[in-house]
């Protein structure tokens, strides 16, 4: 057997989600019926001319997709309100660019300071690269980022800060004077993850002007509907953007996610409506289950929500259990840093899926 | 600005190509009557059943992809005569799986060896994880490794040995023998490259079953047709493939991708044609150019063609340049280690293409 690294024993056997065909056809349920919470997607689906853009390229995937981005830049810098060189694009939605990041920045033993819980993947990412997680606090009782506790964790060694706005699973904001707080104390590179700003209305942009030490990373999975063709973005100074480029990967973006960026952002209209339903969605689902007693949920900026469900008497893994037995697919949080087992994350689904999932909800744990 | 790993830079800024579309505007040549020889690409397109599948999962583009993969690596399985537990998949075409390898093996300060000339992208990835590449040598008279250069350069520290086959960009294959004597004589993984195996008709799975310490890489971006769907996929034993599953990217591989890769290995039928077709194309390509005295022509086991063009005057930069303002892309070889300023790679287009070809080399070399 050939010797792998020891960062590998750190690692999890990968134990992969199941699928809806498979949740369907062990609970006999219909796979269109299945009502998905798990993984803050568009639920009204992409732009018609995201659609159609792809069906217009279907003759060109037997060729390799362009590799120099610079119409698509252009498109993202005009929606993004930043210039062309300052953007970088990424395959595999925002994930590949943290491994770029990574490798942009981190040698063996530096830290980067990470809030818990939050979004898993950029653990996942830069341990892979031997730089050791140091954790922050995101409280979860006010659902706000505790900034002391990030601060206090800055030493020689932080190369990266990770700080997610609106939070991933929690849903709350990191006010700008916090993040500039935490900019204006290190040299580190301050990464903030708007991966769901546009439901939040606000974002960070504007720091660009100001700061070198910040990079803004987003992703066209979220509200632009185009999860499973996998496209992020970066914005930062263009020289580090320029640093970046030496090394990443050149082909990743395939062909037809290429041409349903472009005519997604030419769907202003689309992306309006798409982040007006989700807010309204989100407020649907916050109104709803606050109206039940015995479970807990946090406000949220974002298309999803966070529940504490300890008081139903179930653990998060047997409600997630539950529902999924009635179709329902949501997002058991045990696995979240700084979460104990009584969390469950749910996202917008389409109105009458929504209803539905609440009165299902309802029967399992008012009864 | 914040500081960048010592390693970018011995990395260029990235220089993209140059798309079809601005070469066809720059020399006047309408876009669709461009012959392009530069990617090693499958001229005659998809096929019709992935581009079926593609349109059928147009509706599920706003959902995640599924990560696990199952079915398609039973089916990459039936495909490449192995079991399921053996196949691994990456998004990026084969590229993605190099870095999920080096990831896996490399440490900072082991060596990899990699014979040159041959594809770029090894050294690319590899450097990136502090691994110092020792060159082997390719032997481009006789067009075959050179055994012992790689035999020789062995080492404690050596962790990969990659070995192309049928080797890009000169197109001789590797014999089997010569392989299994440099498996026999290391501990380290030894990597084969088959991107191209249809088009030689052999393929090394049979050391599958004898072997712990090699991993075969594939890609659907040649004989499949799908170059702009990145998918690529590997196979070795079950152990090793589990260890890459902890760290790889989970989401990388697009939803369209996945219904083209599982629609395209049900079309048998597009898959031997492609390869027939490439096959004689390539022979038509050899004959045509082997009569063109100033130029030397390697004979290929691969769907491209390695030429010596030093004899007609022409560094291959000017050649290209030439070519290219009559509407054809050729790859300029300069930049591969191991080969001088007088080497361009041309790949197989459909047979008036390659006619038209033939006549405008000989247009630009015979006068």
């Known amino acids: 057997m050939v010797k792998t690294r020891a960062i590998l024993e750190e690692y999890k056997t990968y134990v992969p989600g199941r699928s809806k065909k498979e949740i369907a056809e062990e609970y006999g349920v219909a796979e269109e019926s299945i009502i998905k919470l798990g993984s803050n997607e568009n639920p009204w689906g992409p732009s018609p001319k995201a659609k159609q853009a792809i069906i217009d390229s279907i003759d060109e995937i037997n060729r390799y997709p362009e590799s120099n981005h610079e119409y698509i830049k252009e498109q993202i810098a005009k929606y993004a309100n930043v210039t062309k060189d300052q953007v970088i694009i990424g395959g595999d939605g925002a994930d590949e660019l943290f491994e770029v990041l990574a490798k942009t920045v981190i040698d063996e033993g530096d830290e980067f300071i990470v809030h818990q819980p939050t979004y898993t993947y950029y653990e996942y990412t830069f341990k892979q690269s031997n730089a050791k997680a140091v954790y922050a606090t995101w409280n979860i009782e006010e659902n706000k980022l505790d900034v002391d506790s990030v601060l206090n964790n800055i030493t020689d060694k932080t190369k990266v800060i990770f700080l997610c706005t609106p939070n991933n699973p929690t849903g709350g904001l990191i006010p700008q004077e916090d993040i500039v707080r935490i900019i204006e104390a290190t040299d580190a590179l301050v990464v903030i993850d708007e991966a ?9 942009v504007n720091l660009l002007k100001k700061y070198n030490n910040i990079f803004i990373i987003r992703t066209f999975s979220k509200v632009m509907g185009l999860a499973g063709l996998r496209i992020g973005y970066g914005l930062s100074n263009p020289d580090f953007i320029e640093k970046m480029s030496r090394i990443k990967p050149v082909f990743s973006v395939t062909v037809p996610s290429q041409k349903a960026v472009i ?15 989700a807010i309204t969605e989100r407020e649907y689902l916050y109104e709803s289950v606050n ?3 015995n479970i807990h949920i946090y406000k949220s900026k974002s298309n999803y929500l966070l529940m504490d ?7 998060a893994a047997e409600l997630t259990s539950k529902l999924m037995s009635r179709g329902v697919i949501v997002r058991d949080c045990t696995s979240f840093v700084g979460l104990d087992e009584y969390y469950i994350r749910i996202s917008v689904e389409t109105h009458p899926k929504n209803e ?7 029967e399992i744990v008012e009864n």
Chains 1, 2 share one sequence.
């Open 263 to 277: 005519a997604t952002l030419n769907d202003e209209e689309f992306i309006k409506e798409s982040t007006e339903k």
């Open 291 to 293: 109206s039940i007693d």
């Open 356 to 362: 539905k999932f609440i009165e299902i909800l309802k």
């Open 309 to 315: 469900v300890r008081k139903t008497g179930y653990t």
């Open 196 to 204: 769901y700003w546009e439901f939040s209305e606000v974002n960070n």
